[in-house]
């Protein structure tokens, strides 16, 4: 019996069970296809890396004795569906039972149900084996609940799984977050780890890709890539992030500088959503590094957090709430970006950098990708829709399972409130304190109003203008309101008039 099984390009797991042994009988299959590069605007080194991990995948199982398909973009037997090509394997290949792993985002989900339903041939879809949790394992904890809390969800994984406790199962430093001594700007020292990852010339598979007529964005830097190609360079990125950024991770993660567009960041995420490693080992790896006592308690804290506790907790509310999630606009925003979204070319300093990082590099760090960009576009009233598929095209390490509920949930508010007990916005006053962005800045960081003053600032208190009737109630937001209460209401209409000014013009900010 000839079994057909497909490999989606975010599952590049050689240890998966599935490939434990070699069997004639079995065919896997990895496409390139325009229905993966096509249904939103990708970055240029997202599909390179994403092809380029792939096509070294395909050759690596083909090493190991098994027997592989592999389909490039250019390919003339290539129908660009993911369905239409499966029927030419199933046929070409006389194929009698066809299986594949969960896809992780709903759309392929939903795609790859709907064909096995219709197939004449059995079919059978297996885990990932890849996250901590299951599907519906936060829905399962927080039930039909308004907010889901994260840290509610946090410390259950970390009982679950034995990760940083004390024999009591108490958790180790008598605490379970750090996140108060995790906000230190970063002043230039200490010196910043070398950046160790290899260098890979893709320039051939660029020219293929731009040949079949991919659009996309951002800078491609296709003869001098820097982002892993298979699970050994994961590793060794692991390591060096370990040895050189995990003991200064703690104390600036949030910190922001245009001197360093990496500062002590792991630029793990693509590796770990590609499956090229596993979180457990990158979770391990952390919390030995903490026992050992070659890394602070806060900073393994706040990396492990990240990936025991917030990853899989967004991947638990995108698999509960889609499809309907992906259409929530709590504030009816609907701007459309600025033009700068695709160029980075702003007198806004922070915004200069955080997107022209991004373009750069398909990378910026959270903080940058949520209180710099995010609080821009909430404040500016940016169309939710229009803000996801940026963030999902811009980042390499973007697939939709954990971009959606960051960007609409986090970032934007977009869902009233389930993520988010608040929204997360500010003035200049936090950029400027996690950051040297404002330094030089053509806009001036205290002022409200006037041609000259950052825009951040009377967006902010306009915002809170706007939307009182859906936030004065939020207990978590008393603080602004009774400060906002203290402007005169000359005071308020300047700064609505500022700030109405700002978003009738965003294209020249």
């Known amino acids: 019996m000839t079994i057909l099984r497909l490999i989606l390009g975010d599952q590049l797991n050689p240890l998966h069970s599935w490939f434990a042994q070699t069997d004639s009988n079995v065919v896997y299959t990895l496409m390139e296809i325009r229905q993966e590069t096509d249904y939103v605007l990708h970055h240029a080194q997202k599909i390179i890396g994403i092809f380029a991990a792939m096509r070294d995948f395909a050759e690596s199982l083909t090493a190991r004795g098994h027997r592989v398909h592999y389909l490039t973009i250019d390919d003339s037997d290539n129908r660009q569906s993911l369905t239409a090509n499966l029927d030419i394997l199933i046929t070409l290949y006389q194929v009698q039972h066809f299986e594949y792993q969960f ?6 989900d939903q795609q790859l149900r709907t064909y096995c339903q219709n197939l004449a041939i059995s079919s059978h879809a297996c885990d990932s ?25 946090y410390r259950r994984m970390r009982v679950k799984h034995s990760v940083l406790l004390e024999e009591n199962q108490r958790p180790v430093g008598g605490q379970w977050n750090f996140d108060h001594d995790n906000r230190k700007s970063w002043p230039g020292v200490p010196a910043v780890p070398v950046d160790t990852r290899p260098r890979h010339d893709h320039a051939t ?8 007529g991919v659009n996309s964005f951002g800078t491609a830097d296709a003869d001098d890539f820097r982002w892993p190609l298979h699970r050994a360079e994961a590793l060794q990125q692991l390591e060096a992030f370990i040895a050189g950024g995990l ?5 600036f993660q949030d910190a922001m500088s245009r001197r360093s567009w990496r500062l002590f960041h792991s630029l793990l995420s693509f590796a770990l959503n590609t499956k090229m490693l596993n979180p457990r080992e990158v979770v391990e790896r952390a919390e030995h590094a903490y026992r050992e006592g070659h890394a602070p308690l806060a900073a393994a804290e706040g990396f492990i957090r990240q990936i025991l506790g917030w990853r899989e907790y967004v991947r638990g ?21 600025p033009s700068w979204f695709w160029t980075g070319e702003t007198r806004m300093n922070c915004l200069a950098a955080a997107i022209g990082q991004s373009l750069q590099y398909a990378y910026a760090h959270h903080i940058q990708r949520l209180m710099v960009i995010g609080n821009f576009a909430l404040l500016a009233g940016l169309a939710p829709d229009a803000v996801h598929r940026w963030y999902l095209g811009v980042y390499i390490d973007a697939f939709e399972w954990v971009e959606l ?9 977009a869902d009233g409130g389930l993520l ?32 000259r003053a950052c825009p951040f600032n009377a967006l902010y208190w306009n915002f809170f203008i706007r939307h009182h009737e859906k936030l004065n109630r939020n207990p978590r937001l008393s603080m602004v309101y009774r400060n906002l209460n203290r402007f005169t209401s000359n005071e308020r209409d300047a700064i609505v008039r500022r700030a109405e000014a700002v978003v009738e013009d965003l294209d020249r900010l």
């Open 103 to 108: 896809p992780d985002e709903w759309r392929l």
């Open 420 to 451: 988010a007990t608040k929204p997360y916005v500010s003035s200049a006053a936090y950029i400027d304190r996690m950051s040297d962005y404002c330094k030089g800045c053509f806009y001036d960081k205290k002022a409200r109003t006037g041609d």
């Open 405 to 413: 509920p960051n960007t609409l949930g986090m970032s934007q508010f």
């Open 317 to 337: 509310v995108y698999w509960e709430k889609m499809p309907d999630y992906a259409m929530h606009n709590f504030f009816g925003h609907d701007r459309p970006l």
């Open 129 to 153: 084996e890849h996250f901590y949790s299951q599907r519906d394992e936060a829905a399962q904890l927080f039930g039909a609940k308004a907010h889901w809390l994260m840290e509610m969800f």
């Open 205 to 212: 598979l660029w020219q293929e890709i731009l040949a079949a």
């Open 247 to 251: 003991p200064r991770f703690g104390n």
